[in-house]
């Protein structure tokens, strides 16, 4: 299985600012995925981090707003720019090895804006 | 939009079978029936997946009906550990290649009691 870890694991931040989050991964992994989870809420897809090309984003999230780097098979971020207080949220990164059926989750990041 | 229904809630004696429902009616001859779950606070956990034969496994045993329009996760001896938001999803998966991404709904919030 993959071993993941976030960095970092909780900020509070002020309206206006940026957040880079940092996802590590233990092996290398085909797949990175970026989700969001708000207070009370399911988790619900951001985008898929591809390595070598530009991020896929799903309905609702743009680059703009969520701009992800994947430099390499082992580590991606993610960035929550121009925050307001509805981006409280935690923020998950999640790996398909390609070696199996399991998608894994790191720990999340727990970003609360003021 | 998840394609899969759960109840809300569910409540379980330690130490006795829980059996978690979901139906999943427009499920696609392609598309596995996943389970995770959620502890509070922390990232999702895979516990097992199916595509048309039970399964099982050292967590969890999973049974899909004949027309594979519904299924049921069982955790054969409730622990307090057990306490989590289970979450069923469908799913393309094809091993070592692409897979369909992973869209969680809103589970079953299920608590095990002493």
């Known amino acids: 299985s993959a071993v993941i870890s976030q960095k970092p694991s909780r900020d509070i931040c002020q309206r206006g600012t940026s957040l880079t989050i940092q996802c590590q991964v233990d092996s290398q992994v085909t797949m990175m995925f970026w989700y969001r989870q708000q207070p009370g809420q399911s988790l619900t897809l951001i985008a898929t981090?591809?390595?070598?090309?530009?991020?896929?984003?799903e309905s609702g999230f743009v680059i703009d707003k969520f701009p992800i780097s994947r430099p390499n098979l082992t580590f991606s971020t993610l960035t929550v720019s121009n925050m307001s207080p509805e981006d409280s949220s935690i923020y998950l990164c999640?790996?398909?090895?390609?070696?199996?059926?399991?998608?894994?989750f790191g720990p999340g990041t727990r970003l609360t804006v003021t | 939009d998840a394609k899969t229904t759960q109840p809300t809630s569910m409540d379980c004696a330690e130490g006795r079978a829980a059996n978690l429902p979901c139906n999943h009616s427009?499920?696609?001859?392609?598309?596995?029936v996943y389970w995770y779950r959620q502890i509070h606070s922390q990232g999702p956990q895979y516990i097992i997946h199916?595509?048309?034969n039970n399964e099982t496994n050292e967590m969890a045993s999973l049974i899909i009906t004949e027309d594979r329009k519904s299924s049921t996760l069982i955790l054969p001896h409730a622990t307090l550990r057990d306490t989590a938001v289970y979450y069923c999803?469908?799913?393309?998966?094809?091993?070592?290649?692409?897979?369909?991404?992973?869209?969680f709904g809103k589970g079953t919030k299920l608590s095990v009691k002493p």
């Open positions: 981090a591809n390595q070598g090309s530009e991020a896929t984003y």
């Open positions: 999803i469908v799913r393309v998966a094809n091993y070592g290649g692409s897979q369909g991404n992973l869209i």
């Open positions: 427009t499920i696609s001859g392609n598309e596995y």
């Open positions: 999640s790996v398909d090895d390609g070696r199996s059926y399991e998608q894994y």
């Open positions: 199916g595509l048309k």
